[in-house]
């Protein structure tokens, strides 16, 4: 027998991180957008790298909350490699995404067979949606492969009550709520529930169930298994002990912030917010799956209702489907009320629950296609339309990749400029002001200092007591008005002698008629 034949289903699952890592990192040196977040973070690795260790790491979207370090740590041997090239990380999270396709393969194998792996792996491997998550250089990227490892250790350690799978649910559950604190913190009642389930359904099993007998059973579950839980939280301890240091040496800033992103304000009420909320978290699915036409995932909707019911004894069987109908429904129903960041809600919130939504839909309709008699043919029929307009939306969309489109943003062309400016520097000292919209010049001080790494060249610490003068100047459609003005202000010192335009950055350079800015 051949290795492949052998192996096929090792080689069929790695055959989706190539087509995945493919589809991820098409032109991606090319569109990579590095902006305030891709700079902040390279400048925290580089301080790692001279030896300046942090406790906590990036911003949330909540004032005053910050998450652990794990992602600048992840990070730092990928700069490494890339020798301070932002496109190497951003390349490894690409290659990251692409492996959650192998991970739902396996998961779902385990929930129904190998059509539901095969099904949940496609949906991720091709959604457009998730190939534009894996484009961007940002601490959410890698939780959706966390998540699944969290998932796929718990089912191993519910299966074989190890103690090791319990400790690696813990570290994991640790890390996820590290890289994206408004997902992971939902997944944290989940597995509670999902535990608490398990353990106690195995317990009821020959017992007549009555609300005592529930009780009991819970109770007795806990006590057998308290080394099992007592693991999980000391591993998920561990990955909190940076971000508690940080917490008590500057009163708990943290933690007071988080408390107070839960309350209810005025303006956004929980009631009034729901439906809209459920407006938005359809939306946000459906572009996963058919972008442009979301109607078409109501459809998939009714169709996965139907045959779920239909099917639902031989369904609730499988103990992976239960941990995936938790996965997905448990942090549902938190995104329902929970408030946001000042009652915004940014599709990387749900980040970690697109693969929980392809697993059950995969077990689901896998179950249908492997059922018996009419509903079968029907079932592989409906099946075989929507994934057509499934591949055919999600191909459409991923092509707009092969052409750049003009006034992009993006890591090459902010380099371009800066060479540019080298360039035109002919080795004379020279001052560098940048402007962006959101007024962060990160990005540039990093990829300054990354490009003097080969050139040698830097701006002048103090850029107002040079004659050359550069400015780097990103488009603001937004406040073009502000845009404008801080140009004429700053050409105001002298005179423009030419400029060029890379992309959305345009650079003038700026000879000053003196050393020192006009008095008005």
């Given at each position: 027998?051949?290795?492949?034949?052998?192996?096929?289903?090792?080689?069929?699952s790695?055959?989706?991180?190539?087509?995945?890592?493919?589809?991820?990192?098409?032109?991606?040196?090319?569109?990579?957008?590095?902006?305030?977040?891709?700079?902040?973070?390279a400048?925290?690795?580089?301080?790692?790298l001279?030896?300046?260790?942090t406790?906590?790491?990036?911003?949330?979207?909540?004032?005053?909350?910050f998450?652990?370090?794990?992602?600048y740590?992840?990070?730092t041997p990928?700069?490494?490699?890339?020798?301070?090239?932002?496109i190497?990380?951003?390349?490894?999270l690409?290659?990251?995404?692409?492996?959650v396709?192998?991970?739902?393969?396996?998961?779902?194998?385990?929930?129904?067979?190998?059509?539901?792996?095969?099904?949940?792996?496609?949906?991720?491997t091709?959604?457009?949606?998730?190939?534009?998550?894996?484009?961007?250089?940002?601490?959410p990227?890698p939780?959706?492969?966390?998540?699944?490892?969290?998932?796929?250790?718990?089912?191993?350690?519910?299966?074989?009550?190890?103690?090791h799978?319990?400790?690696?649910?813990?570290?994991l559950?640790?890390?996820?709520i590290?890289?994206?604190?408004?997902?992971?913190m939902f997944?944290?009642?989940?597995l509670?529930?999902?535990?608490?389930?398990?353990?106690?359904?195995?317990?009821?099993q020959?017992?007549?169930?009555?609300?005592?007998?529930?009780?009991?059973?819970?109770?007795t579950a806990?006590?057998?298994r308290?080394?099992?839980?007592?693991?999980?939280?000391?591993?998920?301890?561990?990955?909190?002990?940076?971000?508690?240091?940080f917490?008590?040496?500057?009163?708990?800033?943290?933690t007071?912030?988080?408390i107070?992103?839960?309350?209810?304000?005025?303006?956004?009420?929980?009631?009034?917010?729901?439906?809209?909320?459920?407006?938005?978290?359809?939306?946000?699915?459906?572009?996963?799956l058919?972008?442009?036409?979301?109607?078409?995932?109501?459809?998939?909707?009714?169709?996965?209702?139907i045959?779920?019911f239909v099917?639902?004894?031989t369904?609730w069987?499988?103990?992976?489907?239960r941990?995936?109908?938790?996965?997905?429904f448990?942090?549902?129903?938190f995104?329902?009320?929970?408030?946001?960041?000042?009652?915004?809600?940014?599709d990387?919130y749900i980040?970690?629950?697109?693969?929980?939504l392809?697993?059950?839909?995969?077990?689901?309709i896998?179950?249908?296609?492997?059922?018996?008699?009419?509903?079968?043919?029907?079932?592989?029929i409906?099946?075989?339309?929507?994934?057509?307009?499934?591949?055919?939306?999600?191909?459409h969309?991923?092509?707009?990749?092969?052409?750049?489109?003009?006034?992009?943003l993006?890591?090459s062309?902010?380099?371009?400029?800066?060479h540019?400016?080298?360039?035109?520097?002919?080795?004379q000292p020279?001052?560098?002001?940048?402007?962006?919209?959101?007024?962060?010049?990160d990005?540039?001080?990093?990829?300054?200092?990354?490009v003097?790494?080969?050139t040698?060249?830097?701006?002048?610490?103090h850029?107002?007591?040079?004659k050359?003068?550069?400015?780097?100047v990103?488009?603001?459609?937004?406040?073009?008005?502000?845009?404008?003005?801080?140009?004429?202000?700053?050409?105001?010192?002298?005179?423009?002698?030419?400029?060029?335009?890379?992309?959305?950055?345009?650079?003038?350079?700026?000879?000053r008629?003196?050393?020192?800015?006009?008095?008005?």
């Open positions: 027998m051949s290795f492949l034949a052998k192996h096929r289903l090792l080689v069929l790695f055959c989706f991180i190539i087509v995945g890592f493919f589809l991820r990192a098409f032109q991606l040196w090319r569109d990579l957008v590095f902006v305030y977040d891709q700079g902040r973070d400048l925290e690795v580089q301080q790692i001279e030896g300046h260790l406790l906590i790491g990036p911003t949330t979207g909540l004032t005053g909350v998450l652990g370090p794990f992602y740590y992840f990070l990928l700069y490494v490699l890339g020798q301070g090239n932002p190497v990380p951003a390349y490894g690409a290659l990251l995404s692409a492996g396709a192998f991970l739902l393969f396996w998961i779902g194998k385990k929930a129904g067979g190998t059509i539901v792996g095969c099904i949940a792996a496609l949906l991720f091709f959604s457009f949606s998730q190939i534009q998550f894996a484009r961007w250089l940002s601490n990227v939780l959706p492969f966390f998540s699944c490892l969290l998932f796929l250790s718990l089912f191993a350690g519910l299966q074989t009550k190890k103690i799978w319990f400790l690696c649910v813990g570290l559950m640790g890390i996820c590290q890289l994206e604190a408004a997902n992971a997944l944290i009642p989940t509670v529930i999902i535990t608490a389930y398990e353990l106690t359904a195995e317990l009821l020959k017992k007549q169930v009555t609300v005592w007998t529930i009780a009991r059973s819970m109770i806990f006590q057998k308290l080394k099992l839980i007592v693991v999980a939280i000391v591993g998920f301890g561990l990955f909190l002990l940076p971000q508690a240091f917490e008590l040496r500057h009163q708990f800033l943290s007071k912030a988080l107070e992103s839960f309350r209810t304000t005025r303006d956004h009420s929980v009631i009034v917010n729901i439906g809209n909320r459920a407006q938005l978290l359809f939306h946000l699915y459906a572009k996963g058919f972008p442009g036409k979301e109607w078409l995932f109501g459809v998939l909707i009714i169709v996965c209702c045959v779920g099917k639902r004894a369904l069987k499988s103990r992976m489907f941990i995936i109908a938790c996965w997905f448990v942090p549902l129903l995104d329902l009320w929970y408030n946001g960041n000042h009652g915004n809600f940014w990387y980040i970690g629950q697109h693969q929980a392809y697993l059950l839909i995969a077990t689901i896998g179950v249908g296609i492997l059922s018996k008699g009419c509903i079968q043919k029907g079932i592989t409906v099946s075989v339309i929507l994934f057509s307009f499934f591949l055919l939306l999600n191909i969309q991923w092509m707009g990749f092969i052409q750049p489109y003009d006034g992009r993006s890591l062309l902010q380099l371009d400029a800066i540019w400016i080298e360039d035109q520097s002919n080795g020279f001052g560098a002001w940048m402007y962006t919209p959101d007024a962060q010049d990005p540039y001080k990093y990829l300054f200092q990354y003097a790494k080969t040698g060249i830097l701006p002048v610490e850029p107002e007591h040079t050359n003068m550069f400015l780097l990103e488009d603001d459609p937004v406040y073009w008005k502000r845009h404008d003005e801080w140009i004429a202000s700053m050409a105001s010192i002298g005179t423009i002698k030419q400029s060029k335009k890379f992309g959305a950055v345009t650079v003038y350079e700026v000879e008629q003196d050393g020192n800015p006009k008095k008005k």
